[in-house]
């Protein structure tokens, strides 16, 4: 039994985290600890009291006690026939006092002040025979290990008795013993009043500790959690790079034959249709281009290629290309102003294709609608994608920026889209945002109408 609870604990131990190991193990140091104290204060005072009670003793009724006793040393008369009454009389203002025994030199009783039937007992306690040897004896017991307890009268609500034994020396001659029983009741328990008061203020600044200690190393192992979910992103980048090299290796001959053979149908065909289909075709596949470069942007960031082009040209192309690629019961509609910008093409089509399609599978199945709109304040230019989807969960919000954080099936989503998005976005010296309420969730980037004046 207690081998497989030790077992049970053991393989507790090792699967939880280094952080809380050092928690635990502190916590129960500190909790011996404080058991050890509370019962060192125990005897610490209990023995302080003992030593005292003793110098007291001693100093107050020595005298006395040999002055009394004088008469009977002198005569050799400390016998059960001496009338011990004046020596008794003497210790009768003595507090707490329950009762006196007189014993000869060989331990025999030969008087009892008050409990008159000890005197037909034996005693062979420990501090009868210490007396014995002419040395002081003091010491505190429970009632139930007091030899004579059950003889003791004037014990009533008596929980611990102080037992005294004074050897009676003349002339370096033990002559007797005296043995002094005193109700120690109200000492033992004003210490543990004391133990009771260490032992709340020390607990209470016990869990003082422990609270702090526990703010501290939940702190550490938050920041051990974020730095191995970091380290295990960089991982992942690291072989998100080496694979989008690859692939940009392995497909740069095929997309650049395909545009070539846009190119040529460009260049043979004078009929809309077929020359609106080829551009199509050069768009897209330049698409296929940016998106294989933004995604190398995970391992090596490339600089931003920056030019001057029409904002509602750009929007009205991607609009146009995207709509063949998303559910006939989603309506795109769009809002912005003809105006020229100075940025990278590529990465403001790459940040909002990633838009509309969350947003295109944030709608699903159902009938919505998606608006996309740009607002020029100079310096800044303002293009946000809104739909009436089912929305972000609200305990997911502060990660979603985050590599290879997806809400999508496995399988339908990297989880690179948004973070792309957001580093191509201050690649631009922008920022992105996002805002939701309970009818539309709109994902947007600010960035300057101007890269070079930003």
């Known amino acids: 039994m207690i081998k497989n609870i030790i ?25 011996g600890l404080l058991f050890i104290m509370n019962i060192m204060i125990y005897q610490d005072f209990k023995n ?17 006690l ?47 002040k008050n409990s008159k039937q000890l005197l037909s007992l034996n005693n ?11 040395e002081n004896f003091y010491e505190i ?22 037992e005294i034994y004074i050897p009676v020396v003349f002339s370096g001659e033990i002559k007797g ?38 703010l501290v190393v939940k702190k550490i192992e938050e920041r051990e959690i974020a730095l191995n979910e970091k380290v295990n992103q960089l991982e992942k980048i690291s072989l998100l790079g080496q694979f989008a090299s690859k692939m940009a290796h392995e497909l740069g001959t095929p997309i650049h034959v395909i545009l070539g053979n846009a190119d ?27 998106i294989i470069k933004n995604y190398l942007y995970a391992s090596k960031k490339p600089d931003p290629n920056i030019e001057e082009f029409n904002l509602k040209v750009l929007i009205e192309n991607l609009i146009q290309d995207i709509s063949f690629t998303i559910s006939d019961n989603i309506k795109i509609t769009y809002s912005t102003s003809d105006y020229d910008i100075v940025s990278d093409r590529g990465f403001i089509e790459q940040i909002l294709f990633n838009f509309i399609k969350n947003s295109a599978d944030s709608i699903g199945a159902d009938n919505g609608q998606i608006e996309v709109k740009s607002i020029i304040k100079k310096p800044i230019v303002d293009i946000s994608v809104t739909d009436n989807g089912k929305g972000v969960p609200k305990e997911v919000i502060d990660k979603i920026f985050n590599p290879f954080f997806s809400t999508k099936k496995t399988g339908k989503g990297t989880g690179l889209g948004l973070s792309v998005c957001k580093e191509l976005a201050e690649a631009l010296k922008g920022e992105i945002y996002f805002e939701s309420n309970n009818k539309n969730t709109t994902f947007g980037i600010r960035i300057p109408v101007n890269y070079y004046e930003a």
């Open 177 to 214: 013993v005296m043995e002094v029983y005193k109700n120690a009741t109200n000492v033992i328990h004003n210490i543990n009043h004391v133990r009771v008061r260490a032992s709340i203020f020390t607990l209470l600044g016990f869990i003082a500790y422990i609270f702090m200690l526990y």
């Open 7 to 31: 077992g049970r604990l053991a393989y507790f131990f090792d699967r939880i985290s280094l952080t809380q190991k050092f928690l635990i193990t502190t916590v129960t140091i500190v909790f």
């Open 264 to 290: 040529l149908l460009l260049e043979m065909y004078e009929d809309e249709f077929v020359k609106e289909r080829a551009e199509s075709i050069v768009r897209q596949t330049s698409k296929m281009k940016t």
């Open 141 to 162: 017991k429970h009632i139930d290990k007091v030899e004579s307890a059950h003889y003791l009268m004037n014990i009533k609500n008596v929980e611990y008795v102080q």
């Open 124 to 134: 062979e306690s420990d501090g009868l025979k210490i007396a014995l040897k002419g």
């Open 48 to 64: 302080f009291i003992i030593k005292s009670e003793q110098e007291s003793f001693d100093a107050k009724f020595r005298n006395i």
């Open 66 to 112: 040999v002055s009394k006793t004088s008469l009977y040393v002198y005569r050799n008369l400390w016998n059960e026939y001496i009338d011990f009454s004046t020596l008794f009389n003497s210790l009768d203002f003595e507090p707490e006092l329950i009762d006196i025994v007189v014993y000869d030199n060989k331990g025999k009783r030969l008087a009892v």
